[in-house]
Structures are given as C-alpha cells and as structure tokens.
C-alpha cells in the first residue's frame, strides 16, 4: 500500500511544518524568515523608508503587536534577523507612552509593567519613556475628564487615544521625526477600522489602513508620515512569532475593559473595539479572506470632496461633513435645546467633529469639554489655530 | 419615583427610545416617529406632486409600518401622491401566502389599489420548485435578483414614477458593513443611498427606488406597529439560510447595546463616501437582450438565473423520458 508522503515545509521542503501562512504549511525557521523579509519590504517598498539614516520612531505600547514591531526593527538595524542579515541604515528610536497614573486609577490590582530591559538591553534601541499626564498642567484634570466621560461606547478609551495622539506627534515633530511607526497587524487594522466606522468616522476608509499615509499637523502644517509595516500579519503570526522569539509575558490588563469598570450588562463589557476585534477575529476563523477584503476594499474606496478640510483640535482628523439633521439630532425635542445652547455658548463647539461629539455625548460637565477647560496648552492651541 | 418624558417634560414616560436612548412618553415617540420620516422625505426632494408611488408591501412590520405613514403623511402634508400596493408572490407555502392575506387587510385599511405578481406567473418558477431544483445553496439570491426584477415589471405595469421600500436604518448599517467584507466597492457607496436608479446612466432610464425609513430604526418601526395596533406578518422565510447576514446583523445589535447611535453612524460613515475613482472598471449599464430590462452585462442576472433553471429542468425531463 502506498504510504502517504508526510508534509513539508514549502519554503524548504526540508522541516516539518508548524504554522500556516497563506495557506502553504511552513517550518519555524522559514515562519521567520518570512516574516523578517516581509518587515523589510514593507519598511522599504510600501512605506518608502529608502533614504539612508532615516529617522522612525516606533510607538511602543507593551502590547503583543508592538513588542513585535520592536523586535523586528531592533534586528534589521542591527542586522541581527535569522536569515538574511542585510542591515537598514535606519534611526529606530522607541516612544512609550506611561498610562500608569490613569491604570492605578481604574484598576484596583494595576502592577506597572517595566520595559527598559526589553528595549535598552535586549533590543538595544533608544527609549523614551512619557507619562501621559505631562501634557496636562493639572493631571488631575485628566482624571476628572476621564470619570465625566460616558462609562459605555468606548468614550474613556478613545479619549485617552487622542490624548496618546498628541504627545505622539507632537514629540515626533519636536524631535524631527517625520515617519511615525505603529505596530497594528492586519487583522487589528480591519477591526480598528471596522470600531472608527462604527462611530461615525467614515473618512479613516481612506487612511486609516494604508501601509503609509500623509498626515499634516495643522499646528505647524508639518508633514508625518504614519506607518503600519506590519499589515501584512494576522493575529497569529504576530503571536507565533512572538512565541518563536521573545521571553515576555504579556500582562492581562485590557485597559478598556477597565476603564470601562467592566459594564456588566452590555456586550463586550460595552467597548465598542473589543466588540469588533471580537467580530473580525470570529470571521476571520471562518472565512480567512475576511482581513484581506477588508484592506484591500479600503485602499480602493475614494472620499467625497470636502468644502473645507479643516481638522478637529481633540482627535487632529478632518472635520467630515453632516448631510442630513437626523444624523446628529432627533426631531423628539430630547437635544436639540442642549445642542443650540452648546453651539451658541461654548468656545470650540463647532470645531469638533462629528466623532468626538460622539465620544462627548453623555458626559457630565460638558461645557468644561467644549470649552477645553483644563485640557493641554497643546490642544487648546490647536484649537486656536484652526479655522 | 415617577419618570418623566424628556421630551415633553410633562407626560409620564413609556418607554426607552431605543435611537436615544431617553424617557419618552407614547404621543411623543409616534410624533418623533412620523416627523423624522416627514422630514426625511422634504430634506431629500423624495417626491413630487402627482407623482404615482408603489408600495412595495410584502406584510411585514417594515412595509405594513411604510404603508401606514405614507398614508398618514401624504394626507396629513398634502405630498399630492397617488399610492398603490406592490406585492410579489416569491411561491412559498406556509409564508408568503400567509403574509399575502395580510398585504389584502391592508389595502381594505387604506383603500388602495394592490396588484400582486408571482414568480410563477413571470418566471415559471416559484421559490418552492428553485429550492427543490438548487437546493437550500444560492437560493436566496435567486429570490433577491427575480423580486427585483419582479418589482420593476410590476411598477411598470402600474405605470408608477417610483418605487418605495421599507428598508430601514438597521438595514442600511448592515448592507454597508456587508458591502465591505465582501469587497463590493461598487456598491459600497450606494449602500445608504436614499434614492437609487435616478442617474439615468448612459441615457437609459430606470425606475427610482426610495427609502423613506432611512434614519428609522428597527425597534422603534416594530414598536410604532405594536403601539399603533397594526397587523402584520412577523414570521421568518421558511428558506433563511445561516446566511453572512446573521453574523453582520448580530454585530449591529450589539453595537446598538452599547451606543444607540451606532447605527445612525454607520450611516453616517458610509455617506463620506464617492463613488469609486475612474481607474475602477465599472460596470456600464446597458439593457438585457433577452428581457429589454436594466443590467450591467448582454445578459441580466435574472435572465442568466433563470436559463440554468431551465436547462437543469429540461434535463430532469430527459431523464425521466429516458
């Protein structure tokens, strides 16, 4: 009786394979590999990183995605990759954002996570270390926010996201970065995307997945370039990967879920981006074009023609327009009284977009946010500045 | 503690209003309910008078709820619109005769012409004998492209200016959310249009489909018909698949849990939307060679559908012969 052949890898033809990879079964050694050189392309022919002592800053949250992106880009700066040892004549400097004054406030059992030994020793790349309350002249003020803020939708955490945005770019341009490195795979982009749409930001279609986009800062209308080189990757990849080359352990704290206070009645404790991370993991498992689709649908779709591009001072995007009065207010008479005194008696009513009136609704001291009241020099600048 | 409409300030409250999320008392949320819809139409130049309407009526909450405030609305208003029923028979029993009875209660309510058309009768095929043909894969796109068609022809028959479907807010968020996971990014930006086929492409004109349940919610549309007392059929096609639909339909749900406006944003999302860049090959619009209806290729997708359906009987009939 013929005896089936046992599989092997399709890169070597020689391990045992271990992981799928668009659909051809590889060994670890060659998961690697690919991995290695798909960082590279992306760094090199999708992002456009080509000039020699470019200068990246890579945003570092603790998470699985960045601690990856890290990894990469500390091996192809040092030319320490497993297979081809080609060196990046690149300037890899890490940003990480400390949440710790807002996690010790939300979570009772909040242990700070320590990553100098990762970056500094193992990694052996620059680090910068800024806590997120320093952009604040008060930091309890961000607190204060955070508790007026609506407990479900994902207001605190999307708050907090535009406050991270902030320090990010502005420490960028401060610093003379022009390429800004986030470490979101495929798989999260397509969620994120999925979350921003789901809360009105339709126009991130044309920006928000691409491998690079131009960002201006309406501060100074200095140019960023924001960079996912990672949006090749799914969730798995990121994971093995990770498995295959790193000794950390990755703490269970959801910050969302936790700022939240864990909304108990309410589906994925009433965050809104665990709901769709949740969504697209589900279908990617059924349907494993789902991540591909997705990107690929986004980076074809065009955006209708603004009047007027002007950004919003909290979340820096461009204020989108309003077709019709039903997509902001109802005609039962339940807001439209508080949105007529906000838009007559607050300072930047109207500068806000549509989104970030969103995050807003429902909190408590409104006119303290429409106002800017407490909120960064940095912000209320911007707010100045923008027509 | 008595609580209070927070519309009104002085009613006792009713309900949760499901797009808010507030207090409202019952004459508030029917007001709230049928202005929305009133100011969906004159926001978006829907009509004009003497204009002929059909309604496309399948018995359902949506329809049932469309046929009633239209009738309201266009008395009320004075929009100076002639309506008329439209209902497609798809030929599945235990369903759509049941809802059938409730389209005929309808036009007695509201004293309206309806005219009925079946698959049978255009097609020669009802959904029954598709399904027993196909089996329980694809059939409902079958259904999806013959009721299309199905409408047109009936509206022509009627001698219509437009069309008017129930599709509702709910729907709209998921037919966008669909659109992209599937990659269609030629319909994505038509996926909350109001008004669909008034481009007149090429200089082939097609009957205007409107939607003036746009910013209406499911919820709320099932309760304005519980609260109002309206009759209608709430039971599912015998034939709903585990269709990609559920997944995206759920998602909706929850979305709706956590923020009521999720939908109304999704909406909102999807009308930053253009149409796709000259680079894209569109699809041009052209008139089917065999039917003289409106299709993207020589042939309709109705026309091709219904070729395979009848080859695959033609050949059950040889073999049976044989």
Request: proline fraction near 4%; glycine fraction near 4%.
């Amino acid at each position: 009786m013929q005896q089936k052949e046992p599989k092997l890898c399709k890169k070597c033809k020689t391990n045992n394979p271990n992981i799928i990879v668009q659909k051809d079964p590889v060994c670890k050694e060659c998961f690697i590999g690919y991995v290695e050189h798909m960082f590279k392309m992306s760094l090199r022919l999708k992002c456009n990183i080509t000039q020699k002592n470019e200068k990246l800053l890579v945003c570092f949250s603790g998470g699985q995605n960045s601690t990856a992106l890290v990894k990469l880009a500390s091996d192809v700066v040092h030319s320490t990759c497993a297979h081809n040892k080609s060196k990046m004549f690149i300037e890899v400097h890490v940003l990480y954002i400390n949440e710790s004054f807002i996690m010790k406030e939300f979570i009772q059992e909040y242990q700070p996570q320590d990553y100098t030994n990762f970056v500094t020793n193992e990694c052996k790349l620059p680090f910068q270390i800024v806590d997120i309350q320093s952009i604040y002249p008060d930091p309890y003020i961000l607190l204060q926010q955070l508790h007026n803020l609506s407990e479900s939708g994902s207001s605190r955490e999307d708050f907090v996201r535009l406050i991270k945005q902030h320090i990010i770019y502005d420490y960028a341009i401060k610093n003379g970065y022009q390429n800004v490195c986030f470490g979101q795979n495929g798989q999260r982009l397509a969620a994120d995307l999925f979350s921003q749409l789901s809360k009105g930001r339709g126009l991130s279609l044309q920006s928000a997945t691409k491998y690079n986009f131009s960002f201006i800062y309406p501060l100074n209308q200095n140019k960023l370039q924001i960079l996912h080189p990672l949006k090749e990757l799914l969730n798995k990849d990121i994971l093995y990967y990770l498995r295959l080359k790193s000794n950390l352990n990755f703490p269970n704290f959801i910050l969302g879920q936790h700022l939240s206070n864990i909304v108990k009645n309410k589906p994925a404790h009433g965050n809104i981006d665990h709901l769709l991370e949740q969504f697209i993991d589900k279908l990617q498992e059924g349907f494993p074009s789902t991540t591909f689709t997705v990107l690929s649908s986004a980076e074809k779709v065009t955006i209708k023609p603004l009047q007027q591009q002007s950004h919003c001072p909290l979340c820096l995007e461009i204020r989108d327009q309003v077709y019709n009065r039903l997509e902001v207010e109802t005609l039962d008479n339940s807001n439209q009284q508080l949105i007529n005194y906000l838009r007559a008696n607050t300072k930047y009513y109207n500068k806000i977009c549509f989104t970030c009136n969103r995050m807003l609704q429902s909190a408590q001291e409104l006119e303290n946010f429409y106002n800017l009241k407490g909120f960064p020099p940095l912000i209320v600048q911007i707010a100045d500045t923008i027509q | 503690m008595v609580k209070y409409c927070q519309s009104c300030n002085v009613q006792k409250a009713f309900m949760v209003r499901p797009k808010t999320g507030n207090l409202i008392c019952q004459n508030c949320f029917f007001q709230a309910f049928e202005d929305e819809i009133h100011h969906t139409i004159i926001s978006t130049q829907m009509f004009k008078p003497g204009e002929k309407i059909a309604i496309a009526a399948s018995g359902g909450k949506d329809s049932t709820v469309l046929v009633h405030v239209i009738t309201l609305l266009n008395k009320k208003y004075n929009y100076g619109l002639h309506l008329y029923l439209l209902s497609i028979d798809e030929g599945i029993k235990g369903y759509r005769d049941d809802s059938l009875e409730t389209v005929k209660q309808n036009q007695i309510t509201y004293e309206l012409d309806l005219k009925i058309l079946s698959y049978k009768e255009l097609f020669n095929w009802s959904m029954d004998e598709v399904v027993a043909q196909i089996g329980l894969n694809n059939n409902c796109t079958y259904c999806g492209v013959f009721r299309r068609q199905a409408l047109d022809r009936g509206a022509i028959q009627l001698g219509v200016d437009k069309i008017i479907t129930g599709h509702n807010a709910d729907d709209m968020a998921e037919t966008f959310l669909m659109n992209l996971l599937r990659g269609d990014i030629f319909r994505l930006p038509k996926s909350t249009a109001i008004i669909t086929g008034d481009d007149g492409d090429n200089g082939i004109a097609t009957l205007p489909r409107c939607k003036p349940f746009k910013y209406t919610y499911e919820k709320e549309i099932v309760m304005y018909a519980h609260y109002k007392k309206l009759i209608y059929f709430s039971t599912e096609c015998t034939y709903s698949p585990n269709a990609f639909r559920g997944h995206v339909r759920e998602l909706i749900k929850n979305l709706e849990a956590i923020r009521p406006s999720a939908v109304i944003d999704l909406i909102h999302s999807c009308e930053q939307l253009d149409a796709p860049n000259q680079n894209q090959k569109m699809p041009q619009k052209q008139l089917c060679q065999k039917c003289n209806l409106l299709s993207s290729n020589k042939i309709c997708k109705a026309c091709t559908l219904l070729e395979s359906l009848n080859q695959g009987r033609a050949k059950q009939i040889l073999q049976i012969q044989e």
